[in-house]
């Protein structure tokens, strides 16, 4: 069991960048896969991006390949998201999420969950 917090989001012009990260407690991070979903009003919660518990496997999903990085620091108990060439077509709640199976792009396949970050570009 972990619990994560999600900070980082703001408001930024198109072509601008925000970093997110998602901050966990607990002992075992490194052995969870951490993902990131988005989520815009009145959309189905996507699937961005997820990483594999020792950061050496990620999967993207193809609206934010070339643009988005995710990254872990387990020493530091955090995943990141760096964005960057933003769109408001990212506009969304960012969440992160926690598994022990990897890879898992479904929302369902999660039991833990971040509270969100709003992250809005503007045109």
């Known amino acids: 069991q972990v619990q994560l917090v999600e900070s980082g989001g703001g408001l930024v012009q198109a072509g601008g960048s925000l970093r997110l990260s998602c901050a966990a407690s607990?002992?075992?991070?490194?052995?969870?896969?951490m993902t990131w979903f988005r989520q815009a009003p009145g959309k189905d919660r996507e699937f961005v991006v997820t990483?594999?518990?020792?950061?050496?496997?990620?999967l993207y999903a193809d609206s934010v390949k070339g643009r988005f990085t995710i990254s872990r620091d387990n020493a530091k108990n955090t995943v990141y998201l760096q964005m960057n060439s933003l769109k408001p077509a990212d506009t969304a709640v960012y969440y992160c999420?926690?598994?022990?199976?990897?890879?898992?792009?479904?929302?369902?396949?999660?039991?833990?969950w971040g509270q969100g970050t709003q992250v809005t570009v503007s045109s």
């Open positions: 990483i594999s518990g020792n950061g050496g496997t990620t």
């Open positions: 607990g002992r075992t991070f490194s052995s969870y896969a």
């Open positions: 999420a926690a598994a022990k199976s990897f890879p898992i792009r479904r929302p369902l396949g999660y039991d833990t």
